[in-house]
């Protein structure tokens, strides 16, 4: 990624100067970060080659007064606010434009309620997915939505984007776990959306508006969540193929027996060798393509369900396939599928897609994905939430390789295609940042667009939310 090559100019430089006084004279001093080699590590998120800038100033806000401050300024300012959590988007949905004042959540990490009897916490935007998963699990309760990268990820980037997981194949995504938002919006006022009962219907669904909108629409200070109980110990289903495309078959298999897995994870042999080199896990095999699978129905209804699963990989050609007699060996396979976007990271750049097309067009899609990279000479691992049709191609280059860098960038535009060829949408949780906003003119209509386009302006009359991310 780097940098765009814009340079401000003296009256914008002005603008600037005075917008930072403000803020000063806003905020406490130790919330404003000015010092350009400190704001560069706040200027981006994980997507490579997104474009971004230099912000005017970084403001790690400690209350919702304080975001509100910051709101106003920029508005007084017509600079753009670009709200971040841990910076592990991958598609750019946080990268500094210019003249901008990123707010980073990172001090507003605190989990404020945790109610066992309503079944509800209450947390700032900026505590970790998982940390909220340990805090409720001490009243035996669990919060669903867990992205790979959960030990890092926070729950206002989640809500940004509408994380999914490993999970969300049987329980859904954050917006079905998200009851209430407090909002600072982008006329600078503070509101209270959603409600803490079990129902519901007073007014639009403002609340589902906000969860996905990438920061777009208002600013998120506190999420009131959903929890449910503790998850029953689960059965892994491990299988073996000789190809993704094979494996794809398998998945489609699991949906045609009426199957519902907890989890259902591709991980291929490039993200396996990977992790291995970089872990050293003893996890390598010969195997092109490995289906996890995990069934939590209790009781005896739950082996069954878990010996369908391996009977349909059998029957999809898995060249070999189990139910898990050792939890701490299935456990090692899952944290090795969590460990592979980092581990790739390590052999040069990883440009991440993120489409999700219909459980019946998984074989077809994985075939797809496989003769692109053939096509386009790109390296391409594949890891996927293969339970709900959403794939995560990982396309791989060499340092300082443009050649390279140009055939993964059209290798990505075409599995774009090809998974709305196939029924299927560009995004399924990263988001559209900037990295997908010509795949989503694809998908929707014109008409559509424009609904969009109007709710933007409603909300954000001065344009000053994120601008340039997603439309």
């Keep these: 990624m780097t940098a765009t090559d814009g340079e401000a100019r003296p009256d914008e430089d002005a603008q600037q100067s005075r917008l930072r006084e403000r803020l000063i004279t806003s905020l406490p001093e130790q919330r404003i970060i000015t010092d350009p080699d400190v704001m560069a590590t706040y200027s981006h998120d994980d997507a490579e080659w997104a474009p971004y800038d230099l912000p005017v100033a970084v403001v790690r806000p400690r209350t919702t007064a304080e975001v509100q401050a910051v709101v106003r300024a920029c508005i007084a300012y017509d600079a753009p606010v670009i709200a971040r959590g841990a910076g592990t988007g991958l598609s750019g949905g946080a990268n500094a434009v210019s003249g901008s004042v990123v707010v980073s959540f990172e001090a507003m990490n605190a989990i404020k309620l945790i109610d066992p009897l309503e079944r509800l916490a209450v947390v700032e935007p900026g505590v970790v997915n998982d940390d909220l998963r340990a805090a409720v699990a001490h009243d035996g309760l669990w919060y669903p939505p867990d992205p790979a990268s959960a030990p890092w990820s926070t729950i206002g980037g989640n809500v940004a984007t509408n994380a999914g997981g490993l999970c969300c194949v049987k329980y859904g995504v954050t917006r079905d776990y998200v009851l209430a938002l407090e909002v600072v919006t982008g006329r600078g006022d503070i509101?209270?959306?959603?409600?803490?009962?079990?129902?519901?219907?007073?007014?639009?669904?403002?609340?589902?508006?906000?969860?996905?909108?990438?920061?777009?629409?208002?600013?998120?200070?506190?999420?009131?969540?959903?929890?449910?109980?503790?998850?029953?110990?689960?059965?892994?289903?491990?299988?073996?193929?000789?190809?993704?495309?094979?494996?794809?078959?398998?998945?489609?298999?699991?949906?045609?027996?009426?199957?519902?897995?907890?989890?259902?994870?591709?991980?291929?042999?490039?993200?396996?060798?990977?992790?291995?080199?970089?872990?050293?896990?003893?996890?390598?095999?010969?195997?092109?393509?490995?289906?996890?699978?995990?069934?939590?129905?209790?009781?005896?209804?739950?082996?069954?369900?878990?010996?369908?699963?391996?009977?349909?990989?059998?029957?999809?050609?898995?060249?070999?396939?189990?139910?898990?007699?050792?939890?701490?060996?299935?456990?090692?396979?899952?944290?090795?599928?969590?460990?592979?976007?980092?581990?790739?990271?390590?052999?040069?750049?990883?440009?991440?897609?993120?489409?999700?097309?219909?459980?019946?067009?998984?074989?077809?899609?994985?075939?797809?994905?496989?003769?692109?990279?053939?096509?386009?000479?790109?390296?391409?691992a594949n890891i996927a939430h293969a339970g709900d049709g959403n794939l995560h191609p990982l396309l791989i280059t060499p340092n300082d390789d443009d050649d390279a860098r140009v055939r993964a960038q059209l290798a990505f535009g075409a599995i774009i295609d090809a998974a709305l060829e196939l029924g299927g949408t560009v995004t399924g949780e990263h988001g559209i940042g900037l990295l997908k906003r010509d795949g989503l003119r694809k998908e929707l209509s014109a008409e559509v667009l424009s609904m969009h386009q109007a709710v933007k302006s409603a909300l954000d009359p001065h344009n000053i939310l994120n601008p340039g991310k997603a439309f």
């Design 191 to 380: 509101v209270k959306l959603g409600r803490a009962t079990a129902k519901g219907v007073a007014g639009y669904d403002l609340t589902g508006l906000m969860v996905g909108s990438e920061g777009t629409l208002g600013i998120v200070t506190e999420i009131t969540v959903r929890l449910r109980p503790l998850q029953s110990p689960p059965r892994t289903v491990a299988g073996y193929f000789a190809s993704i495309g094979a494996a794809g078959d398998a998945v489609r298999a699991v949906a045609a027996a009426g199957l519902t897995p907890s989890a259902l994870e591709l991980i291929d042999k490039r993200c396996l060798q990977a992790v291995d080199e970089w872990k050293n896990m003893g996890l390598s095999t010969e195997a092109d393509a490995i289906l996890l699978g995990r069934i939590d129905t209790p009781g005896p209804a739950g082996d069954q369900e878990a010996q369908r699963m391996n009977d349909c990989f059998a029957q999809a050609g898995s060249t070999w396939s189990a139910v898990s007699t050792d939890e701490a060996e299935a456990e090692a396979l899952f944290d090795a599928r969590r460990l592979a976007y980092p581990a790739l990271e390590r052999l040069g750049p990883v440009l991440t897609e993120d489409v999700c097309v219909p459980k019946a067009k998984v074989p077809d899609m994985l075939r797809r994905i496989e003769a692109i990279g053939v096509e386009h000479d790109t390296v391409i």
